[in-house]
């Protein structure tokens, strides 16, 4: 079973988590991500096309490694950033002879729970 150890809940699931980090170019994003980010400024970092770095993002964003947050802008033209969304991953084999994967969350700022508030917002929208 994944579990998010941060909000108790089911996680993405051991094969989206693996999958990702067993991608070059999710790695590099996850290394250069060291700030929020656009995804133009994750690109320019990790050396990667901007079309590929888009891709990875989402499978990053998919496996629960990177959180799409918004920027609210004061002109209205509000744009995406990116944030490495966990500390630790713990892989291993439980009693049952099943693979167990844990995500170990950073702790929640309020600033962090408001754009994530808006980016379900703007997910549901």
């Known amino acids: 079973m994944t579990v998010d150890v941060r ?5 993405p699931g051991l094969e989206r988590v693996v ?8 790695r590099e994003i996850v290394s250069a991500l060291d700030e929020p980010m656009s995804a133009q400024e994750v690109a320019d970092s990790a050396d990667v096309p901007l079309s590929t770095t888009y891709r ?3 499978k990053l964003t998919d ?3 990177v959180n799409e947050e918004t920027e609210v802008r004061p002109d209205g033209h509000h744009r995406s950033r990116y944030v ?3 500390e630790r991953i713990v892989v291993e084999l439980d009693e049952g002879r099943e693979f ?3 995500l170990e969350r950073p702790r929640d700022t309020p600033e962090g729970r408001l754009a994530n508030m808006w980016s ?5 929208t």
């Open 7 to 11: 909000s108790g809940r089911d996680g």
């Open 19 to 26: 999958g990702a980090l067993d991608d070059d170019a999710c």
């Open 56 to 58: 990875k993002l989402d």
């Open 63 to 65: 496996a629960s490694l």
């Open 84 to 86: 490495v969304d966990f």
């Open 100 to 102: 167990d994967l844990d």
């Open 120 to 124: 379900e917002v703007r997910r549901e």
